[in-house]
Each structure stands twice: as C-alpha cells, then as structure tokens.
C-alpha cells in the first residue's frame, strides 16, 4: 500500500477526510488517481446520522444516539486484498431542549469521535494486510 488510491463518492465526508490525514501521517502516498497506485482503498458506504433512544412522558426526546457506518475493501493491482468490511459504531447522549445550542455541539464532537475511533479500527486492519 506504498501508493493508495482512495475512490469514495463523497471527498468531503468526515470519515474520508480523517483517513486521508491518517494514512498521510503514516507515510502512505496518496496518488490522484488508481491507474497510478499500487493499491485502492474503496470506500463503499460512508453515513452518519442519529436516532432517538427515549423520551419523556410529554413525548419530548430526551436522549439520542448518534451513530456512523462506513464499508471498504482494498484492492491491490489485479487482486482483492481485504473483502468489503462493514463498521458501525455508537455513542448516545441526554438532550435538553434548552441547551440546544451546547447539545449540537455535544453531537459534533462525538461524531468527531466516532470517526477517529473508526479511522484507527481501519488502519489497524490495514496494518494485517
């Protein structure tokens, strides 16, 4: 993977902009395009999104979670190195209806979180290969 090409459908994902700084930290050159790499990083899936978990007896929402999934598989020159792995990862969080502004940001940053945390579960995958 001394030259990788990463396809994905959207470059301005957190998920992808977090890999690319990753695998640039670690000394991978990142090529332009895959007719000029030794290996494709593809990233199949790339979604976030949350979902209620409770709610108060007003039916108001009182705590959600937050959650990210991403797939990828590798591909090195004519061969398939790594199968498409698929990884969702959760975290959950009370909500204040009025501290609105402070929960959007609680969100934020365990997004944030969720994609680091998925950012080193691939490069430790990677690192097998």
Request: charged share 30%; proline share 2%.
């Amino acid at each position: 993977m001394a030259r990788t090409y990463i396809a994905t459908g959207d470059r301005h994902s957190l998920f992808y902009r977090e890999l690319r700084k990753a695998l640039m930290a670690a000394d991978v050159e990142l090529v332009d395009n895959a007719a000029d790499s030794t290996a494709t990083l593809s990233i199949l899936y790339d979604e976030t999104d949350q979902r209620v978990l409770s709610v108060s007896a007003r039916n108001v929402p009182t705590e959600y979670e937050v959650f990210y999934t991403i797939e990828y598989a590798i591909d090195g020159g004519t061969s398939r190195l790594l199968e498409p792995q698929s990884l969702t990862l959760t975290r959950d969080y009370t909500y204040d209806s009025t501290l609105v502004l402070g929960k959007a940001r609680e969100e934020q940053l365990l997004r944030e979180a969720i994609v680091k945390d998925l950012v080193r579960i691939v490069l430790k995958r990677i690192s097998t290969l």
